[in-house]
Structure formats: C-alpha cells, structure tokens
C-alpha cells in the first residue's frame, strides 16, 4: 500500500485544483480486472476522489483504463478509446487519463508512444501507487510510467470500493503457475502468490460484519490455493472455515482447474451448507490431442470423471464451463470429441469462445491455424447443443422450491412485468412475481419454479415466504446515503456469480483456466 505521504500528497493535489476531483474507472476483462477495479476507486476515494456520476460519458477530471490483453485487438480497443478522449482532455486543463491493467503490463512505454496524451501507465503489480503517480505527472507535468515485475503488496491491503453491498469478491491467491499456449495471464499476472488463511477468513468476517451475505473467493486458479503455503488441502480447509462464519449465507468461487480439484474439495462442497451446489470447470476441449496442444494437464476421462464425482456427491449441482473452439490444429474429428463431453457433462450453462489469437502466446504462432468460417461452424453447432442442454436441465427445477437471493440489476425487464429477479442457490437466475411486502436486494424469497427458458426460471405463483436480512439492511443503508448514485464500470464478467450463458465472444477470459 502507498505510504500516508502519498496518500496525503493525492488529497493536496486535489485540493490545489479548486474543490473536489471527479474519477471514472473503464474495467474491460476477466473477475480479477474487476475486483482490481474496486480497488482503484477505493484508493482513488481514499485520496480524495469522488466518483463520477453515472452516464457522465467521460466528463471526469481523472478517467482510469483498467485493460486486458486476452483478446487478439484488445490493443485497438483501448487506442480508439484514448483517441476519443484526446480532444475532450485538450479542451479541459487539469484531466487526467491512466492506464493500468494487464495490457498496460504488457506494452508499457508502448502505450505513450501512440497516445502522448495519457499521463499515467502502470501495471498489474503496482496498483496501489495509482494516487501518488497521478499527483506527480502532475507535479512534474509529464507522463509517468511505472510497471513493478512482482507484487508490491497483495490487493486486498488496499482501500476497496466495493460494488454491491450484499455480494463481495474475496481475492485468495493472484498469478498463475499454469503454462497453457492460449494465455499470457502467467506472463502479466506472475506466479501464484497466496494470502495467509487468517487473512482471508479476517477479510470475510470484516465484511460480513458490514452486511454481506455471500462472498466468491478469487483467483486466477482459485483451487490451487495452499500450493504457496506448502498445504495441498488448503481449500478445502479454507470452505470449512467459511462455513464456521456467523452470518455468512453464500460462498462460491472462480475459477477452479482440473488439474487441481481433488476429491477434499468435493467432500467440503458437499458437507458445508453455505458453499452453494454451484461449479464453474473449464473443459476448454473434450480432445486429449487438442488438450495437451493447449498444454492442459488432464484428459477427458478425468474431467468426466470429476464432473462424475460431483454429480453423486451433491445431486443438484448445476454445472458450468469454458471451451474454446476452432483451436489450431482442431479436427472435425477433435471437435467431436468437445461434442461428445458436452452431451455427457450436460452442463448448466457454457461460455463458449472462438479462438482468436493473443499476442505473445505460444498457441498465436502454432501451425494449423483454422479458417473463420470452419470455427464460426463449429461454434453455432455447440451453441445450438448447449442451448438444448440448458433448457433441458432448467426444466428440471420446475416444482421445486428454492430460496433466492434478490439481486441489483439482474432483471432488465423487471419493471415492466412486475417481477424482481435474484439468484437461487445453484446461481441460477430466477424472476420471481413482485410479493405485497417491500423486498430489498440481498433479503431472500421462497417461491416455487413454474416455467424454466435455457438462461432462466421463473416462478409466477405467490411468494411463499420473505427473510429480511442484514444484507437488505446494509444495501438499503447505501441507497439511503445522500452521494451520488456510483457510475458503473464496463464489466468483461457480471459482478458475483456466473453470468447468462453463451455470450458470443472470441476468446475466454483470462480467469478462465
């Protein structure tokens, strides 16, 4: 974390500008960008910031970058949006633009080069210095750059602003020891760093002791937790803990690896009743050749057999994945293959990705490379099946009776049908009729399934019970506040849980492994 002197040079500096500085922070990416995110408002905040409100379109005195570098233009993205900027900033003395994040790690003095106009690059490893950069580009009147190669200090010391006021991320490790050809999250993210378990469980008791009910425990290989430590049932032990706190209703996580998940971590899925029955498995491809082209360290019949052991273990587990299509060098024959695990596994629901290229991965120079219009193919044929797949399995909540956990902003749609809209326990959404009492975001319903859609349920009957809860207080104490409503941010990923199934993208995100 920046020292106080930093911190109090960032106020200063925003005192001498005359009143209050205005902030806007752009995420683009995977759960880890977004959770950074939180981070680099509440340190903005910390320094005296106050956000921008909502639509203000730019029209901010410091707009922060947040990137990723997983996607084949994500360079062009962020150029074109700088380029916008540029004669909005020439126009207004004294605005500030950063770039931080995974693309900014990975180009560095590039980022200047082709847009001067930006004053503050910094990377993955050094968020925290955010105020103190933005005070001295100032100061000194020209561009800072400055990219850490290892963590300075682990996120989660840092100030947090965070986005709802009944879910939370927790961060449990960052960096990745995977070597997999499609990602360069290891190159810009460093080997895995895990936090002490005291401090994560000290984080979730903070939080919980503020309103939250339901927590996601992060990382970028979220169940190779403990290989840091030297403890190979850290995990498991960690979801035990969870349980053992007061209050706590929800704990899920993102993104777990194969490679890793073990029969302990099963076992305290299934016998800790606030870890939900919910899983996220990345298959990436059903093709033992394609796998080990992408250098994945299991093959299918382990993935099956996982999926196989979760399945007896906790019945109603609703089950989600990644794959990627059109990998080079896939065959008709490979896809199949992805085909085959798909009708087996029968997932929930599915993010599914055409491959496209990432600079600076070994999988962007392999031979093989498939035509556009074979993966486009390949990629309705797999839509089209899970799309089948997960209307099939919805299905089979209808008549069930599940509690749900109403959620903010899930239900586009809410206003006019006269529904609110939440998570069930399984992370599945539900629109649920709007009951004769008030309910809040993070209090809980009883209702019963009556129709099922591939992407949601809905449950048109009366609600059979209401559970106010302190997470509805603590939102509801945060709306109360006189502030502006907060602007959002430009998620890759939805704020907690799994998001709707099937986006059309190209390629996974980075915490997809």
């Known amino acids: 974390m920046s020292s106080s002197s930093d911190r109090t040079g960032a106020v200063d500096a925003v005192d001498a500008v005359g009143g209050t500085r205005t902030y806007e922070v752009r995420t683009y990416g995977c759960q880890m960008n977004v959770h950074d995110s939180e981070r680099l408002s509440g340190l903005l905040e910390d320094a005296g910031y106050v956000r921008a409100p909502e639509g203000s379109g730019g029209d901010a005195d410091v707009v922060v970058f947040n990137t990723c570098a997983v996607r084949e233009n994500a360079d062009n993205k962020l150029y074109g949006n700088l380029g916008h900027l540029a004669p909005m900033k020439a126009a207004r003395p004294g605005m500030q633009i950063a770039v931080g994040g995974c693309l900014a790690q990975k180009d560095r003095d590039t980022i200047v080069k082709r847009a001067p106009w930006v004053d503050v690059v910094f990377g993955t490893h050094n968020i925290g210095k955010l105020p103190v950069l933005l005070e001295r580009a100032r100061v000194q009147e ?44 290891p190159a810009l993210r460093g080997k895995e760093e895990d936090r002490r378990p005291g401090d994560i469980l000290a984080e979730i008791e903070a939080l919980v002791a503020e309103g939250v009910s339901e927590i996601t425990l992060l990382g970028q290989n979220v169940n190779a937790y403990g290989s840091d430590l030297g403890d190979r049932e850290a995990f498991s032990k960690l979801l035990r803990a969870c ?49 080990k082209a992408m250098r994945r360290s299991y093959r299918q019949d382990r993935f099956l057999g996982i999926i196989e052991k979760v399945r007896a273990a906790i019945p109603h587990a609703a089950i989600s994945t990644d794959i990627i299509v059109g990998f080079p060098g896939e065959t008709e024959e490979d896809f199949e293959q992805t085909m085959h695990v798909v009708r087996e596994a029968r997932f929930a629901s599915a993010f599914t990705f055409q491959y496209s290229k990432r600079p600076g991965t070994p999988a962007a120079t392999m031979e093989g490379q498939i035509p556009k219009a074979v993966v486009q193919a390949r990629y309705e044929r797999l839509v089209a099946l899970q799309e089948e797949i997960s209307w099939d399995e919805n299905k089979k909540q209808v008549g069930r009776t599940l509690e749900v956990m109403v959620a903010e902003g899930e239900g586009r749609k809410d206003g006019e049908t006269h529904r609110l809209s939440g998570r069930a326990p399984d992370n599945r959404l539900v629109h649920f009729t709007k009951p004769d009492v008030e309910v809040r975001p993070g209090d809980v319903v009883t209702v019963e399934i009556t129709y099922a859609a591939p992407h949601h349920l809905l449950a048109e009957g009366p609600t059979t019970a209401v559970r106010r809860t302190r997470a509805g207080d603590a939102w509801e104490k945060r709306t109360a506040a006189p502030a502006a409503k907060p602007a959002g941010v430009l998620l890759g990923l939805p704020k907690i849980g799994v998001p709707a199934p099937l986006p059309v993208a190209d390629a996974p995100a980075c915490g997809s492994h």
């Open 243 to 291: 349980g053992d706190i007061e209050g706590l209703e929800r704990v899920r996580f993102t993104s777990p690896h194969p490679r890793d998940f073990t029969d302990d971590v099963i076992a305290a899925m299934a016998e800790t009743p606030n870890v939900m029955p919910q899983l996220h498995m990345p298959l990436q491809s059903g093709s033992d050749t394609v796998l």
């Open 142 to 185: 020209e561009a800072q750059v400055e990219i850490a190669e290892s963590l300075e200090a682990f996120p989660s010391t840092l100030p947090t602003r965070r986005e709802s006021a009944y879910a939370a991320w927790v961060s449990i490790s960052v960096g990745c020891n995977n070597t997999c050809t499609f990602c360069i999250v």
